[in-house]
């Protein structure tokens, strides 16, 4: 085999010296000269209406600096990473709890908690909805605009209903996917600084080119002020994709032309980031009496929560990946994602992959099950081969490995299980 | 709140500071000596980002307030390591691939620390064990037990 200089060597990572030695600088552990704190008051109702905020209190505490509200954002008040619909500071409407009021920049953590504490919101409660199936009935109340629903797809291939009537099993099952949190082990934080007409935010963050664009849009100022510098990042999997401490921070260091960091707390952190899409999925899968699969229906109902993040790229991604890697000839997916009071759903490890696989590898032990035949066996009859067609309608010709996968995975699993299959 | 004043000794050598009586020792190492290897991940003892070695027990930081420590000795991964020349531990963190984000290399190097400090020849459960309340969602655990298997002086 060629030797290559990378490829099948064990690489040093370059900056793993630097993390050995707790050199290496997250944005916590960063810090300026005239440096203030900063922290956001939250709501702790999952919906309601913003009737009134009185800061007047918090601001005559010493040693607060600044008190802002949606009403001091210079530009737009609107993020997110594919459709906008997040306020960086509430105007008037509370979608989930944990939404941001207020934030405040201040000399020292103590005077900023007592701060936060001292800010009056005036908030009349409404109904919410928390499940899809309420988000879904007509009457609800309205998450966004005058309809629940983010997106309805359907994707298709060949004829379903026609194949249905030839296969000789089929079997239909639910399944459901529970929230998830992604749990990496630094809270988010930011460090903004306003210098000489440029802002400058170091963050923990997978996407500084994002983060850069929300700011200069929430500042109502050009790219080429702002400077989005990641800190090196304690983790993310898809959770610091978002938008978390970059736009409060550097709208306090807007005003106060101080250094500000902001660094979450651990139940911040987990209260506000964005979560793992819950799935709710329905599949009918049917088959030949010798294992092999002709149609696939699947609907599925995704849970994005108060604000869509990720959700229209999840959407797509599980409905592409739902057939599973199997050749299915004849497949149809329809999928809605729909808002409710929850938590934030967005983008994690596999983007709604890893939800559909549990529904379509649930209907493959069910089809084996019902056909008498191995697991195993019904898995590598219908896996994808160099050739085989997908839903979307491509052609795989490359990389097809799920095959070698499925037999190696076997082999192991003997290995190492006992007869019993423990 | 009125500061009382402790003396303590910090990675080998002999400190005094004033401070207040509820500061955390995780905080009193960040902020008056600067050591910001010791990480704040969860705040409440359940993460271990923030441990440190006191009196040669690995302990979460953030559970001990700074008082506590007076008259005793603490190491950070900043004392880890002799001449400007690497641990054996750390060496073989990096060596192994155990170090990922980082973000809880230093808890579990101090960890693995205090247990070869304590128990030279450990067997993999014990390493396991003495890792329990360091919690790392980058490796999967498998390459830091390697690294501090490898580490073990023969």
Redesign the interface.
């Given at each position: 085999m060629k030797e290559f200089n990378v490829i099948g060597k064990n690489v040093i990572k370059k900056d793993a010296v630097d993390k050995v030695l707790g050199k290496a600088k997250f944005a916590a552990d960063m810090k300026l000269p005239n440096m203030l704190v900063a922290g956001v008051k939250r709501s702790e109702v999952p919906s309601g209406k913003v009737i009134n905020i009185n800061a007047e209190k918090a601001k005559k505490v010493p040693g607060v600096v600044s008190v802002l509200t949606y009403k001091d954002i210079p530009g737009e008040n609107i993020i997110g990473i594919i459709n906008k619909d997040e306020p960086i500071l509430v105007e008037d409407k509370i979608r989930r709890i944990g939404d941001a009021i207020a934030i405040v920049a201040a000399e020292d953590e103590s005077t900023l908690e007592k701060a936060l504490e001292l800010i009056e919101v005036e908030i009349e409660e409404t109904q919410g909805v928390f499940t899809i199936e309420d988000a879904l009935k007509e009457d609800s109340p309205k998450v966004h605009g005058d309809t629940n629903i983010l997106a309805e797809k359907i994707l298709k291939r060949g004829d379903v209903d026609a194949a249905f009537k030839k296969c000789d099993v089929i079997v239909e099952n639910e399944y459901s996917t529970p929230v998830i949190a992604h749990m990496f082990i630094e809270p988010e934080a930011t460090l903004a600084n306003y210098e000489e007409g440029i802002i400058t935010f170091y963050s923990s963050t997978q996407n500084p080119h994002y983060d850069r664009g929300e700011v200069a849009r929430m500042l109502g100022i050009t790219l080429n002020r702002v400077r989005s510098v990641q800190a090196t990042t304690g983790g993310g999997f898809g959770g610091k994709l978002d938008i978390s401490t970059q736009c409060h921070t550097a709208l306090l260091a807007f005003y106060t032309n101080r250094p500000i960091k902001m660094v979450r707390s651990r139940e911040e952190s987990m209260k506000v980031s964005s979560k793992r899409h819950p799935h709710y999925m329905k599949f009918k899968t049917g088959a030949t009496k010798d294992g092999k699969i002709l149609a696939t229906d699947v609907e599925l109902l995704q849970d994005t929560g108060a604000y869509g993040s990720y959700g229209l790229a999840v959407i797509t991604r599980s409905m592409v990946h739902a057939q599973g890697p199997y050749e299915i000839p004849n497949v149809r997916i329809r999928a809605k994602m729909v808002y409710t009071n929850n938590p934030m759903s967005g983008a994690m490890r596999g983007f709604g992959v890893p939800q559909v696989a549990i529904g379509h590898e649930g209907q493959m032990d069910a089809l084996a099950e019902k056909l008498g035949i191995d697991p195993v066996e019904i898995r590598t009859k219908n896996c994808f081969q160099t050739g085989s067609v997908t839903a979307t309608g491509q052609k795989l010709v490359d990389s097809i490995g799920i095959y070698e996968t499925i037999k190696k995975a076997a082999d192991k699993a003997e290995q190492i299980m006992d007869k019993e299959g423990k | 709140m009125e500061k009382v004043k402790i003396s303590f000794k910090l990675n080998g050598e002999n400190v005094t500071v004033e401070t207040p009586p509820n500061k955390r020792l995780l905080d009193l190492l960040?902020e008056d000596f600067e050591?910001?290897?010791?990480?704040?991940?969860?705040?409440?003892g359940e993460?271990g980002?923030c441990t440190v070695i006191l009196n040669n027990e690995a302990v979460t930081s953030c559970t001990v307030l700074a008082p506590q420590v007076d008259n005793c000795e603490v190491v950070?991964?900043?004392g880890l390591?002799k001449d400007g020349e690497?641990d054996k531990l750390?060496e073989k963190?990096?060596?192994e691939?155990a170090?990922?984000?980082?973000?809880?290399?230093?808890g579990m190097?101090l960890s693995a620390k205090a247990l070869l400090e304590k128990n030279p020849h450990p067997s993999r459960d014990e390493i396991k064990t003495a890792i329990e309340g360091n919690?790392?969602?980058?490796t999967g655990y498998k390459k830091i037990v390697d690294a501090i298997e490898a580490s073990i002086e023969e």
């Open positions: - | 960040r050591l910001t290897s010791v990480k704040e991940g969860c705040g409440e993460c980002a950070t991964v900043e390591g690497l750390q963190f990096i060596e691939g170090v990922q984000c980082g973000y809880c290399t230093p190097l919690l790392c969602r980058c």
